[in-house]
C-alpha cells in the first residue's frame, strides 16, 4: 500500500512539473499579444485592398504615389532603415546573453537611433502632405456643386499667391497668370467651369514637372479617391507609428536601466521580447512600403 501511495504521489507530482506551455510565460504572453496586433493590421490592409480595388475604374483611377506626393526612395530608404535596426536589436540581445553589457547598451542605442530616423523621416512625409493639403476631407476627389465652387475659390486663391512671388514659378508663371485671367468673376462667377480649371491646373503641373531646379508649384490637382487614399495612408501609417513610437520608449528605458547600472545578463529574456515586437514592427512595415509606395 505505502508503495502505492509513493508511486502515485510520484506520478501525480511529475504531471504538474509538467504542465502549461513548453515556453517561457512571458515569450507566450507576447505572441498572443502579437498575434491580436497581426488581426488589427490585417484588418486595416484588407480594407486598403478591398477599397483600392473595388470602385476605382480606368476612368478614376485609384492615385499613384505621384498624385499624393509619395516619394518612393524615401519610403525604400525608410524600409531599410528599419531592416537594420532589426539587425541591431538581435545583435544587442546576442551581446547581453554573452554577458557583453557595454556592447548591447551600443547596440540598443543604434536600435534607438534608426527608429528614431524612421519617425523623423515619415513626420517630413507627413508635412509634404500637409503643405499639399492632402489630407482627409482637403483633397478635391469630386467637382460637383458645392465642392466644385470651393475648388475654383482654393485655385484662385493659389494663383494669387504664385503671382504674388514670381521667383518660385519660374517658366510656369505666364500660364498661372493666364489661368488666373480665364478665372476672373464675370457676373460673380468664374469664365471657367470646376472641370475646366482642373483641367488645365494639371496640365500646367505636368508641364512645370519637366523643369528643372524650380520648386513645385502649390496648386491642389484633382484626386479621384484622394480622401479616402488619405484617410487608408494616415491610419496604417499613423498606427505603425504609435508602433514605432513605443518601441523607442522601451529602448529608451532599458538605456537609463543601463545607465543606472541595473541592466544585466538577467535582463535578457526580457530584451528578447521586446525584440520579438520590434521584428513584428518592422514586418508591418514591409507589407505596407509595397501598398503605398509602388503598386
Known sequence: MIRLMAHATA????????????????????????????????????????????????????????????????GAFNTFVLICSSVTVVLAHFALTKGNVGGAVKYVAVTLALGAVFLVVKGVEYRSKYDHDILPGHVFDRLSEPRGTQYIEKIREQLNGIVARPEEAGPALEDCKKLLAEMELKDGRSQLTPQEAGARVKEILEKHKTVPNYPELHLSPVIPFGNLWASCYFAMTGFHALHVFGGLVIFAIILIMAGLGRLGVQHAGFLELIGLYWHFVDIVWIFLFPLLYLV
Not at 484588407?46 to 504615389?65: F, K, Q
Open 11 to 74: 506520478v501525480h507530482e511529475e504531471s504538474i512539473l509538467h504542465m502549461g506551455a513548453p515556453v517561457p510565460n512571458g515569450k507566450l504572453a507576447m505572441w498572443i499579444f502579437l498575434a491580436t496586433e497581426i488581426m488589427f493590421f490585417t484588418g486595416l490592409i484588407g480594407v486598403y485592398v478591398v477599397l483600392r480595388n473595388g470602385n476605382p475604374s480606368t476612368r478614376e483611377p485609384w492615385p499613384i504615389p505621384e498624385d499624393v506626393h509619395l516619394v518612393e526612395w524615401i
